[in-house]
């Protein structure tokens, strides 16, 4: 007899990147957290951290939510708690996401798409943080100063252009594939694959949490261009709203 597939997590943050707080129901306890039918904790991947909050226990008791991390197969998210998990499966938790921090890397992350739509070169790494973020592209030459890549941004800021996202199935998965600017490209979901595009500027795959605007990363600055290696330029990014 085949094994039995556990049941995945449902990822909330993947519709509604902006709901801070539900109820779920414990499906397993692990030693690297506790599994749950569904989710609005945002699981580290793509460069971007796992989010952290609180777990409320039915009786009320406050477990802090200190990474969330994929397990193997990544169809099932792992919550690991700061303390002891006095949890069971089949118990009914509420979740709350720590949403500062949470909006913080949803900025930083659509900042790095708007880079993306920006720079005409592959991308072969990124890394995004509350205050901070960079993003590495295939680059063999500078073609153009830090200065002039933080106008640009500043602009695409004012211009308020929309963020939206997609499902793509079937044959239409193939095709969103070929628009990958990264080296690695991101999973595909059975046959179901997320994309995320900023109007008339960038069209990607991508699973992370992004902002409804561009508008909304204002206080994001291009702070520094490095080069790494002879074919590798590095954006440095920083969040000066404070």
């Known amino acids: 007899m085949a094994p039995s597939i556990p049941p995945a997590t449902d990822r909330l943050y993947e519709t509604d990147a902006y709901a801070t707080e539900t109820t779920a129901q414990v499906l397993d306890v692990t030693a690297q957290g506790v599994v749950l039918d569904r989710t609005l904790f945002y699981a580290e991947s793509g460069g971007q951290p796992g989010d952290h909050g609180v777990i409320e226990a039915a009786d009320g008791a406050q477990l802090p939510v200190s990474d969330t991390q994929y397990l193997p197969g990544r169809i099932r998210i792992a919550h690991t708690l700061a303390s002891g998990a006095p949890l069971q499966p ?22 790095l798409h708007v880079l993306c739509g920006l720079i005409d070169a592959p991308v072969t790494g990124c890394s995004i943080h509350a205050d901070r973020g960079r993003i590495d592209f295939d680059l063999p030459e500078s073609l153009f100063t830090a200065d002039e890549l933080e106008a640009w941004l500043q602009e695409e800021i004012r211009r308020d252009r929309p963020v939206r996202h997609y499902w793509r199935t079937g044959a239409e998965v193939a095709e969103a594939l070929e628009t990958v600017r990264t080296v690695k490209a991101p999973p595909a979901t059975g046959e179901r694959l997320r994309v995320v595009e900023i109007e008339d500027l960038d069209y990607q795959p991508c699973g992370g949490t992004h902002v409804r605007s561009t508008a909304e990363l204002e206080g994001l600055h291009v702070t520094r261009m490095q080069k790494k290696s002879r074919h590798n330029r590095r954006v440095l990014i920083s969040d000066h709203s404070g």
Do not use: P
């Not at 089949?90 to 900042?111: I, K, P, Q, S």
């Open 90 to 111: 089949g118990d009914t938790v509420r979740l709350a996401v720590d949403w500062d921090r949470r909006y913080r890397h949803m900025r930083m992350h659509t900042c």
